[in-house]
């Protein structure tokens, strides 16, 4: 499961902004782990994996990033390009992430360390995954 949101955006044009998003609040989890991918050269896909246990929290700091969900029979296509929205993305869900503009920079908040053992980076072993039935298989 997905969910997109719009955070808090205090300020003005003159002054400029401030959005956050905090634990258990906007981020419906504890934050454990940031990590921020930037310098992507346009035609470069990254992600192309699924998460087991990981829950995430994805803003587009600055440019814009498209990233496509699939839960193996169905896929949704989602344009992050606004430092206000906050994506939300539960384990299960297999991603593909491209960005569209060379300035972008995705953040994402992750609810635990990085562990490799959580990764399923072959969509054939994804699909076997999913359908076996996991607790955390992913339905958009
Ligand atoms: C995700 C998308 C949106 C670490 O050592 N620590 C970390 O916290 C992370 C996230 C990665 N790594 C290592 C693992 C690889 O050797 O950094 C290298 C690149 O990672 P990866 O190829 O998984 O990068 P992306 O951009 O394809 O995927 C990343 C996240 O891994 C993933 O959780 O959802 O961003």
Not at 21 to 40: A, T
Not at 47 to 76: F, P, Y
Not at 117 to 131: A, G, N, P, T
């Amino acid at each position: 499961m997905y969910k997109l949101i719009e955070v808090a955006r205090i300020g003005d044009l003159d002054r400029g902004y401030l959005s956050y998003f905090e634990s258990n609040k906007e981020c419906p989890f504890d934050i454990k782990r940031l990590y921020y991918i930037y310098g992507v050269p346009q035609g470069v896909e990254r992600g192309a994996h699924a998460h087991k246990e990981l829950k995430q929290a994805m803003v587009c700091m600055s440019g814009s990033v498209k990233i496509v969900l699939t839960d193996g029979s169905e896929s949704k296509s989602i344009i992050l390009d606004s430092p206000h929205q906050l994506l939300i993305i539960n384990p299960g869900l297999w991603r593909d992430v491209s960005f569209l503009q060379p300035n972008s920079v995705l953040l994402v908040a992750a609810n635990d360390y990085y562990e490799e053992e959580d990764y399923i980076r072959d969509y054939d072993d994804y699909l076997k995954y999913i359908r076996k039935g996991s607790d955390n298989e992913g339905t958009l």
